[in-house]
């Protein structure tokens, strides 16, 4: 894949490795240094054949800490979430996360893999 270089490509198997395999194409977002454009020509490539099952955390019963074990979530992240969900006293829709600075759309769609409202 052009802009995959060995240490792209290590970061790649790492990366899945730490994961415990792939769940989604969208988890390549999560390795650090991969640009959307070189994970948009993967995904045009390559597909994940044998998805790894992914238990999904109530967003509403989870803790920080809980949030802060989810791939490219710090822990100052899911206090970040936690007290956003905790001050609306519960989310419908994960799309309101969008409204905290740090979480993009992209960001969103790898947050739906780990997370529901309910």
């Known amino acids: 894949i052009y802009g995959v270089g060995p240490m792209l490509g290590e970061r790649i198997?790492?990366?899945r490795e730490s994961l415990g395999g792939f769940h989604h194409e969208v988890q390549l977002y999560t390795v650090c240094?991969?640009?959307?454009?070189?994970?948009?020509?993967?995904?045009?490539?390559?597909?994940?054949?044998?998805?790894?099952?992914?238990?999904?955390?109530?967003?509403?019963?989870?803790?920080?800490?809980?949030?802060?074990?989810?791939?490219?979530?710090?822990?100052?992240l899911g206090m970040k979430i936690w007290q956003f969900v905790r001050v609306r006293e519960g989310l419908t829709d994960l799309s309101e996360l969008l409204k905290i600075e740090e979480i993009s759309p992209r960001r969103l769609q790898v947050f739906r893999l780990y997370l529901y409202a309910e």
């Not at 948009?40 to 800490?65: C, D, H, L, W, Y």
Request: aromatic share 4%; no cysteine; net charge positive.
């Open 13 to 15: 198997v790492k990366h």
């Open 33 to 76: 240094g991969l640009k959307d454009t070189v994970v948009a020509r993967i995904m045009g490539q390559f597909t994940v054949k044998t998805p790894v099952p992914i238990e999904k955390m109530n967003i509403n019963k989870s803790s920080a800490s809980d949030l802060a074990t989810l791939p490219s979530v710090s822990f100052e």
